[in-house]
């Protein structure tokens, strides 16, 4: 997988936008950017994927800039429960993903 | 997107023995996956459970340890044998799809 950086903790007052970067400066061309999110005790739960266009789906919205080198996402009404892990991810192919650190968000009410 | 059943969802297991997770899923799918998340720590990718041929490990993970079975398209097995406390961790399965990647609920697995 390309490898990706992302900060290790973010907080996020509720009902507010929740803007989480990643870095991804080694992607190849045809490489998807994927985001995950593991709530506590949970399993990984999918939340969007994009190859360069902007994607907006009913959990959150996936910018990514023009030169693929960097994402961000955003949640625009975080809520107590968008509280969790957030993992953004490039794999290659089929390969199984695999899981950096990821960014820990706190949404405070 | 598919659904995944993991049973158990939970364990207690005393060390030295072996327990079984099973994974099944409500479609034909052709790449199954089993990770290990240790507390407080990412999930690391255990094997690939290769349909009707032996599983992919990954470094550091041996097939005595973490023996895999995979008898068709919906339906995996992970063993933890011989554990020891170090083995407490959530053991999750995953497959891959047409737009990503589904993951099970995972097993927690406590080691006395």
């Known amino acids: 997988d390309a490898k990706t950086t992302q900060p290790t903790s973010m907080d996020c007052a509720e009902g507010r936008a929740a803007n989480l970067p990643c870095n991804h400066s080694t992607i190849s061309g045809n490489e998807y950017v994927y985001w995950y999110r593991q709530i506590h005790s949970q399993g990984p739960q999918y939340i969007i994927h994009?190859?360069?266009n902007n994607e907006t789906n009913e959990m959150a919205s996936l910018i990514i800039t023009e030169d693929r080198k960097s994402s961000t996402l955003i949640l625009p009404h975080a809520t107590l429960r968008d509280t969790a892990v957030y993992y953004c991810?490039?794999?290659?192919?089929?390969?199984?993903?695999?899981f950096g650190k990821g960014t820990r968000l706190s949404v405070i009410a | 997107s598919a659904v995944i059943s993991q049973k158990p969802s939970r364990d207690i297991c005393q060390r030295g023995t072996s327990l079984t997770i099973q994974c099944q899923v409500d479609?034909?799918?052709?790449?199954m996956f089993w990770y290990r998340q240790q507390p407080g720590q990412s999930l690391t990718l255990i094997a690939t459970a290769n349909q009707g041929s032996e599983a992919t490990y990954e470094s550091g993970f041996v097939i005595d340890k973490f023996p895999i079975s995979r008898p068709n398209l919906t339906f995996s097995t992970l063993t933890v044998s011989n554990m020891s406390p170090e083995d407490s961790s959530i053991y999750l399965c995953?497959?891959?799809?047409?737009?990503?990647?589904?993951f099970g609920s995972g097993t927690r697995l406590t080691v006395v």
């Open positions: 995953s497959v891959a799809e047409n737009y990503g990647y589904t």
């Open positions: 479609s034909q799918v052709t790449m």
């Open positions: 991810i490039v794999p290659v192919g089929n390969t199984p993903l695999v």
């Open positions: 994009g190859l360069k």
